[in-house]
């Protein structure tokens, strides 16, 4: 069985600064994890994945996020927030032994960012 | 490069009605799906397909049929609607829909039972 949890319902940070959304996953195999951008009234758009390779894993629009397997952790951050980042992220994993080939989505989280 | 898209884009219906949302994908995947979002519960899978003339049951795939007859056409569709069906659903599809690939999302069908 996987799940994930996102920490946060909603995030509000100042133009400029830091972002930091949390994610936590819960997976019996090793899973792929994925965080996914949703702005209002659109689709999700991929901004970057984990599949195994390097921890540290560089996406669009200048987010990263880390794959920890002791805290088992995905956390998205980013060093500089811009206004155009306001949306609502999903961290999603995607467990190799599911049968069904289905992503698990979290809950979401709503990033704001104040002028 | 169309991706994935979805039609129609807002729908009304009556409690009872039936309709079906039009998935379509120009990439070849193997792999489509469908699912619906509601406030505070992410995603959640009704139907997937792994090619066609195959299909199974999701997470939520109660009041829903599908079919996948050719590789570009996945649509979803409500047989009796009920205002539980009220929400968001989105198309994706994936080259295979194995763990790792990425799976690209339409831009959503606006569903609202009356």
């Known amino acids: 069985a996987q799940s994930v949890t996102q920490l946060d319902s909603h995030v509000s940070v100042s133009e400029g600064t830091p972002v930091l959304l949390r994610c936590n996953y819960s997976?019996?195999?090793?899973?792929?994890l994925f965080w996914y951008v949703q702005h209002p009234n659109k689709g999700l758009q991929l901004l970057l994945k984990?599949?195994?390779?390097?921890?540290l894993v560089k996406g669009i629009n200048g987010f990263e996020a880390e794959f920890k397997k002791s805290e088992t952790s995905f956390h998205l951050t980013k060093p500089s927030a811009h206004m155009s980042d306001a949306a609502e992220y999903f961290c999603?994993?995607?467990?190799?032994?599911?049968?069904?080939?289905?992503?698990?989505f979290g809950s979401g989280t709503r990033l704001q960012v104040q002028p | 490069n169309a991706g994935v898209t979805q039609t129609p884009k807002f729908q009304v219906l009556k409690t009872g009605q039936s309709m079906t949302l039009q998935c379509a994908q120009d990439?070849?995947?193997?792999?489509m799906s469908w699912y619906r979002q509601d406030p505070g519960m992410g995603l959640r899978l009704i139907h997937y397909?792994?090619?066609?003339?195959?299909?199974d049951q999701g997470e939520v795939p109660n009041g829903y049929n599908v079919s996948r007859s050719t590789t570009e056409d996945f649509p979803l569709r409500l047989l009796s609607a009920a205002p539980s069906q009220t929400s968001v659903y989105f198309c994706?599809?994936?080259?295979?829909?194995?763990?790792?690939?990425?799976?690209?999302f339409g831009e959503g069908s606006w569903l609202t039972v009356v």
């Open positions: 999603v994993v995607s467990d190799r032994g599911t049968g069904r080939r289905a992503l698990t």
């Open positions: 994706a599809s994936g080259e295979t829909g194995r763990s790792g690939n990425t799976i690209y």
């Open positions: 397909s792994v090619g066609a003339g195959i299909t």
């Open positions: 990439m070849n995947h193997e792999y």
């Open positions: 997976s019996s195999y090793s899973p792929s």
């Open positions: 984990y599949t195994s390779a390097a921890t």
